[in-house]
């Protein structure tokens, strides 16, 4: 795809601007997207710096008393300009920095792991039953029992099924 400004080289750069709710895209060379906008000097360092540097959750809540690894030694700090965590202990040491930051990126911080259709059958449910579980307490919360009561069928059909593979029915 060719610059829609200058026609002339290749467009690597996609603008996407919503100003009082109207969209416009713009394919771009490099030089043409740094004239039109010289803010657009975008890099992946700086953009997960700019991640690193917002946390509302962090506002509220006092400072983690432990700032660096007590294995490595890294901080925070060191973190933050590198994007590297110095060993495995520095997910527990600084956790509490890094948990709302990884929350953000990958909506949760718990690894899950993909679980194959054909291996994962029991271990599928469980999880299917684990959600479901949630969105049971939060429909209980707003009040919406009759979804709940479907939800909560929906689980002991489950739990049903998962007990008559366990007892090898």
Same mark, same amino acid.
């Given at each position: 795809?060719?610059?829609?400004?200058?026609?002339?080289?290749?467009?690597?750069?996609?603008? !996407?601007?919503?100003?009082?709710? $109207?969209? !416009?895209?713009?394919?771009?060379?490099? &030089?043409?997207?740094?004239?039109?906008?010289?803010?657009?000097?975008?890099?992946?360092?700086?953009?997960?710096?700019?991640?690193?540097?917002?946390?509302?959750?962090? *506002?509220? #809540?006092?400072?983690?008393?432990? $700032?660096?690894?007590? *294995?490595?030694?890294? !901080?925070?700090?060191?973190?933050?300009? !590198? %994007?590297?965590?110095?060993?495995?202990?520095?997910?527990?040491?600084?956790?509490?920095?890094?948990?709302?930051?990884?929350?953000?990126?990958? %909506?949760?911080?718990?690894?899950?792991?993909?679980?194959?259709?054909?291996?994962?059958?029991?271990?599928?449910?469980?999880? *299917?039953?684990?959600?479901?579980?949630?969105?049971?307490?939060?429909?209980?919360?707003?009040?919406?029992? &009759?979804?709940?009561?479907?939800?909560?069928? #929906?689980?002991?059909?489950? &739990?049903?099924?998962?007990?008559?593979?366990?007892?090898?029915?």
């Amino acid at each position: 795809m060719l610059c829609e400004r200058c026609q002339e080289k290749q467009a690597t750069v996609h603008v !996407t601007r919503i100003i009082n709710g $109207e969209k !416009t895209e713009l394919n771009l060379c490099q &030089e043409c997207a740094r004239e039109i906008q010289p803010q657009l000097k975008f890099s992946i360092p700086q953009f997960l710096a700019g991640l690193l540097d917002y946390d509302p959750d962090l *506002e509220v #809540q006092a400072p983690p008393a432990v $700032e660096h690894c007590r *294995e490595c030694g890294l !901080t925070y700090e060191q973190f933050h300009q !590198t %994007g590297r965590l110095g060993c495995p202990d520095c997910y527990h040491y600084l956790a509490p920095r890094l948990d709302p930051l990884i929350r953000r990126l990958q %909506g949760s911080s718990q690894h899950r792991g993909k679980v194959p259709r054909r291996a994962g059958g029991n271990l599928r449910v469980r999880r *299917e039953i684990e959600k479901l579980k949630a969105q049971l307490q939060q429909l209980v919360q707003q009040e919406e029992f &009759e979804k709940a009561a479907r939800v909560r069928d #929906q689980i002991r059909d489950l &739990e049903a099924r998962l007990g008559k593979e366990a007892d090898g029915r």
